[in-house]
């Protein structure tokens, strides 16, 4: 073979091996393309499984005392999850939970205090254990400027005082005695109410001088009341737990909802409101 031939074999034998390896090297790209394509797409699919779209409607049985904070989340949560709606039904915590005792559809349950949610779970009918959320202190509210100059539990039991206390059977109402207890006062109201907001709103139309109620039902009031802070209160600050319910219509939308109320943003809205951390 001439030298020439060889120097021509060589050079095709060279080609040939840099062809084969564009070939490998394109595989290997198109190959791990395809995986890459593959992954991302089935990351794709478990973030979409793990996050399903909310949608249809619950209902909220929640304390009277939560009125306003719950409708501002109420807001946040519809908004943040269009097709939703959060309906509520508010009320004194002990009348909410014999409801839901005796059969009422609600799929959640935010009670003023641990005792009126244990109505509710001695029956079992809580899907979770119930968590505090939340914590609730007493105020005194008086009329604006406070005329008959109240400064203290033990001024309310003066008998020139029209007084408003909660029911006994009520979260604010037993909060209320056990302040009384703790000061050793004795204190007969002019009428004895169904719910904290029955309570202050008596003050509200000037129905009665003064009402033993919570800081943050003073708090929402505004200028129609004035509030008086007394030191017997540190003695009945109340928890107030939530819990999905055990025969929830929408337990996946109510999970949700429980969620917000315990987030770092729903805590902001409660603090704001003047209830206490946990």
């Known amino acids: 073979m001439t030298r020439s031939a060889r120097r021509t074999r060589r050079t095709m034998q060279v080609a040939g091996v840099s062809v084969a390896a564009l070939l490998a090297l394109s595989a290997c790209s198109s190959s791990g393309s395809s995986d890459s394509d593959s992954s991302a797409k089935t990351k794709s699919d478990t973030s979409s499984s793990a996050s399903p779209k909310l949608s249809g409607s619950i209902t909220v049985f929640a304390a009277a005392s939560l009125k306003e904070s719950f409708t501002t989340l109420k807001t946040d949560f519809e908004k943040a999850h269009p097709g939703t709606t959060v ?21 959640v349950f935010a009670a003023a205090s641990a005792k009126t949610m244990a109505i509710v779970t001695d029956k079992k009918d809580t899907a979770t254990t119930p968590a505090t959320f939340v914590r609730n202190q007493l105020e005194i509210a008086t009329l604006p400027g406070n ?9 309310l039991t003066k008998s020139s005082l029209k007084v408003v206390l909660c029911d006994k059977t009520v979260p604010c109402g037993a909060a209320a005695q056990k302040a009384l207890d703790a ?21 509200v139309l000037k129905e009665a001088d003064a009402a033993v109620v919570y800081k943050t039902d003073v708090k929402a009031a505004g ?6 802070e007394f030191p017997e209160s540190a003695n009945a600050v109340n928890d107030y737990p939530i819990a999905l319910l055990k025969n929830a219509p929408n337990p996946t939308v109510a999970k949700a909802f429980i969620a917000l109320v315990q987030s770092a943003e729903g805590q902001q809205v409660l603090n704001q409101a003047g209830f206490l951390k946990p």
Do not use: R
């Open 147 to 155: 005329p008959d100059k109240v400064s203290s539990l033990k001024d």
């Open 183 to 203: 000061a050793k006062l004795k204190l007969t109201p002019v009428s004895y109410e169904e719910d904290v907001k029955s309570a202050l709103n008596k003050v």
């Open 223 to 228: 200028s129609k009341v004035e509030g008086v």
């Open 87 to 107: 309906n509520f039904s508010f009320g004194g915590s002990d009348t909410l939970a014999a409801q839901i005792t005796s059969g009422a559809p609600a799929d």
